[in-house]
Antibody, heavy 117, light 107 residues
């Protein structure tokens, strides 16, 4: 059973950088899957942020592309998200998820990140 | 971007009711359509993929249909644990997008 667990600061200052890590257990990050980040502002819908393959190939949401970096650490079986120049609009629950042929079949529990001074 | 529009945004139903939720894509996405269920404070859970394939472990009262631009999620007999918000998601394009959600509430 694959499990994903997000970790990182729950509070980030405006103009700062949001950094989260997703640890994968019960499976290898080098499997034939893409590894995704999705976010959900409080009380709102889901927004796809981007994804990474174990080779390091990435795809990003164009609306965030200039501020987003997703990286992978195969030695630790984890992948990470960095979002720069954050504002209050980036306040959301951030989820990591495994993508299997376009569908997200395993999700982390989510972590709330608040942007506030 | 491919826009995904769900209807209704919310509905009230009783246990045992048949419930249908619609998702419309702004352009054809073939069958690259997935459905998720989300309960408060929890991560989304995959229900249906490829428009009509039931994810392992999901009760058979859930079903999906459609192709092209119009899709439906049907719950044949609503159970107490089905009260939740449902999202559709297209995986046709690299920029994956979700519907705005349909909240199923108790009547």
């Amino acid at each position: 059973q694959v499990q994903l667990q997000e970790s990182g600061p729950g509070l980030v200052k405006p103009s700062g950088t949001l950094s989260l890590t997703c640890a994968v257990s019960g499976g290898s990050i080098s499997s034939s899957n893409w590894w995704n980040w999705v976010r959900q502002p409080p009380g709102k819908g889901l927004e796809w942020i981007g994804e990474i393959y174990h080779s390091g190939s990435t795809n990003y949401n164009p609306s965030l592309k200039s501020r987003v970096t997703i990286s992978v650490d195969k030695s630790k079986n984890q992948f990470s998200l960095r979002l720069s120049s954050v504002t209050a609009a980036d306040t959301a629950v951030y989820y990591c998820a495994r993508d299997m042929e376009g569908r997200k079949d395993y999700w982390g529990q989510g972590t709330l990140v608040t942007v506030s001074s | 971007d491919i826009q995904m529009t769900q209807s209704p945004s919310s509905l009230s139903a009783s246990v045992g009711d048949r419930v249908t939720i619609t998702c419309r894509a702004s352009q054809s996405i073939s069958s690259y359509l997935n459905w998720y269920q989300q309960k408060p404070g929890k991560a989304p859970k995959l229900l249906i993929y490829g428009a009509s394939s039931l994810q392992s472990g999901v009760p058979s009262r859930f079903s999906g249909s459609g192709s092209g631009t119009d899709f439906t999620l049907t719950i044949s007999s609503l159970q107490p644990e089905d009260f939740a918000t449902y999202f559709c998601q297209q995986s046709y394009s690299t920029l994956q997008t979700f519907g705005q959600g349909t909240k199923v509430e108790i009547k």
